[in-house]
């Protein structure tokens, strides 16, 4: 059964701090993969995404990750965290092969950013 | 910017009620989702919903749950029978094609007393 990993649950970082939130799935066939972010008391919204092509994918506010096919990686990486950062971030798969029409999401990130 | 809204934005209801949670995907969207978030804990796929079908469900989808595209426009989650453990954020998403960006709603709060 496909699956997502995140590893860390809670995450807290200074203004400025340099952040990397890992990210694994297993699925072995093409994927298309999504970090999400939930501010507090807001939806989900998408940061970024990868379909094909470049595997460093850039997103909103700062954000980039970057696909690691052979590791089943997607780690999402930001160089200078600020205090509105404080989310909620997800990592989604969705896998291409199955025929299924649905996305895996991992359980979440907390990250708390201190001003 | 065309987006998903969801309503009620909160619900509370008693154990054993019906209630209907109801989604209008953006207008062009042809793949229809509904995923729930019990508090503290991570987003979970429910059904996906194509050309009128269901396309896949997840375990939690039993015999309680439904949905419906009644007129073209809204996409309905149906819990006939409530349970406390129903008690979640239920979010709706659509998107233009299979394997795209997934917009979402805002959820709708359902409080199961």
């Known amino acids: 059964a496909q699956s997502v990993s995140q590893h860390n649950h809670h995450v807290i970082l200074s203004e400025a701090a340099s952040l990397e939130l890992g990210c694994n799935y297993s699925y072995g066939g093409t994927v298309n993969l999504f970090w999400y972010v939930q501010y507090p008391g807001q939806h989900l919204q998408l940061l970024l995404k990868y379909f094909s092509g470049d595997p460093l994918v850039k997103g909103i506010k700062g954000f980039e990750a970057e696909f690691i096919k052979s590791k089943f990686s997607f780690n999402l990486r930001k160089p200078s965290v600020q205090w509105s950062d404080t989310a909620e971030y997800f990592c989604?798969?969705?896998?291409?092969?199955?025929?299924?029409?649905?996305?895996?999401f991992g359980a979440g990130t907390r990250l708390f950013v201190k001003a | 910017e065309p987006e998903v809204t969801q309503t009620p934005s909160h619900q509370v209801t008693q154990m054993g009620q019906e209630v209907i949670l109801r989604c209008v995907p953006i207008s062009n969207h042809l793949y229809f989702y509904w995923y729930r978030q019990i508090l503290g804990q991570k987003v979970e796929f429910l059904v996906s919903f194509y050309n009128n079908e269901i396309s896949e469900k997840s375990e939690i989808f039993d015999d309680q749950f439904s949905v419906e595209r009644p007129d073209g426009s809204n996409f309905t989650l149906k819990i006939r029978s409530t349970k406390l453990e129903d008690s979640a954020m239920y979010f709706c998403?659509?998107?233009?094609?299979?394997?795209?960006?997934?917009?979402f709603g805002p959820g709708t709060r359902l409080l199961v007393l």
């Open positions: 989604a798969v969705n896998a291409m092969d199955t025929g299924g029409f649905k996305t895996i």
């Open positions: 998403a659509s998107t233009p094609r299979f394997g795209e960006t997934q917009y």
